[in-house]
């Protein structure tokens, strides 16, 4: 099973700031990959497909990019809204549903 | 709007059955696969079942598998997790997610969520 992993666990950011958050996958999973964000008590949310596809309503100052193994989501200018923990997932290999990062939780410096 | 809504959940012992459903609405069920998705309390996120847009084919995590059981009815734009000889650890927030691409035969992205609903296995 493919392993993803996420980095750093926390990133401390001040509003405004840029935010840059890391995806490396065990072996190559093409640009499947996709950016959730999780606030509190709240479900997850899509926020990037196929890589570097926005979903849709998500705002411009969320980008991804990235090929094969690593992979990276930037927020250009950190909203409070943005403070939450981003996961991500490989849809490329076994199983159907994929797998999941363990998660970089935002938070307020 | 596109909305899935989860319900089903409860406190239950260990080795005993809970069965989850998940209503959706605002697309067009049938031609979309669909997952359940589960979260530990202060965990991450652990894909446990999905269910073909059509039924032909179910898969599921190697944690659940003999023990889940997925389905749905299209007729009633509802999904469906049969939990059987539950366990501590299954305790979970369970989500349903719509898959990215209508009528696909490949598994992608999971869009949207429904809110959850909480399973708690303790004796």
């Known amino acids: 099973e493919i392993v993803m992993t996420q980095s750093p666990a926390t990133l401390s950011v001040s509003p405004g700031e840029r935010a840059t958050l890391s995806c490396r996958a065990s072996?190559?999973?093409?640009?499947?990959l996709a950016w959730y964000q999780q606030n509190p008590g709240q479900a997850p949310r899509l926020l990037i497909y196929?890589?570097?596809t926005r979903a849709t309503g998500i705002p411009a100052r969320f980008s991804g990019s990235g090929s094969g193994t690593e992979f990276t989501l930037t927020i250009s200018s950190l909203q409070s809204e943005d403070f939450a923990v981003y996961y991500c997932q490989q849809y490329n290999h076994w199983p159907p549903g994929g797998t999941f990062g363990q998660g970089t939780k935002v938070e307020i410096k | 709007q596109v909305q899935l809504v989860e319900s089903g959940g409860g406190v239950v012992q260990p080795g005993r059955s809970l069965r989850l459903s998940c209503a959706a609405s605002?697309?067009?069920?049938?031609?979309?696969?669909m997952h359940w998705v589960r979260q530990a309390p202060g965990r991450g996120l652990e894909w446990v079942a999905v269910?073909?847009?059509?039924?032909?084919?179910?898969h599921y995590a190697d944690s659940v598998k003999g023990r889940f059981t997925i389905s749905r009815d299209n007729s009633k734009n509802t999904l469906y997790l049969q939990m059987n000889s539950l366990r501590v650890e299954d305790t979970a927030v369970y989500y349903c997610?719509?898959?990215?691409?209508?009528?696909?035969?490949?598994?992608?992205?999971?869009?949207?969520w429904g809110q959850g609903t909480l399973v708690t296995v303790s004796s």
């Open positions: 997610a719509r898959d990215g691409v209508p009528a696909a035969i490949f598994t992608s992205w999971f869009d949207p």
């Open positions: 196929g890589a570097s």
């Open positions: 072996q190559s999973v093409s640009n499947n």
């Open positions: 605002g697309f067009t069920f049938s031609s979309y696969g």
């Open positions: 269910i073909w847009y059509d039924g032909s084919n179910k």
